[in-house]
């Protein structure tokens, strides 16, 4: 069994509105947890970002990863909301 652990998610833009300002939050979550299950518990734990949560990508130390990547302890994460352009 893995233990307790909790991840501080970096808010931009759009997904930092919707926390009302907050510029980064707590997930609780688990050693070893992907960053599948870290979405799902961030949405549970952040009711202000459940939507936008599921539409967004997570970087993990400055690079986008696949929702099966295992974060690391003392990984930078950031929490990317769609974006649009011209």
Do not use: K
């Not at 952040?46 to 690391?72: C, E, G, W």
């Amino acid at each position: 069994m893995t233990q307790p652990h909790s991840i501080e998610v970096l808010l931009f833009a759009g997904a930092s509105e919707a926390a009302g300002g907050a510029d980064r939050v707590i997930v609780l979550t688990h050693e070893n947890a992907t960053v599948s299950e870290l979405m799902q518990q961030l949405a549970e734990q952040h009711s202000s970002l459940a939507s936008l949560a599921m539409r967004s990508r997570l970087a993990v130390d400055q690079r986008y990863v696949s929702s099966d990547h295992v974060i690391p302890m003392n990984a930078e994460v950031a929490l990317i909301p769609p974006v649009s352009g011209g």
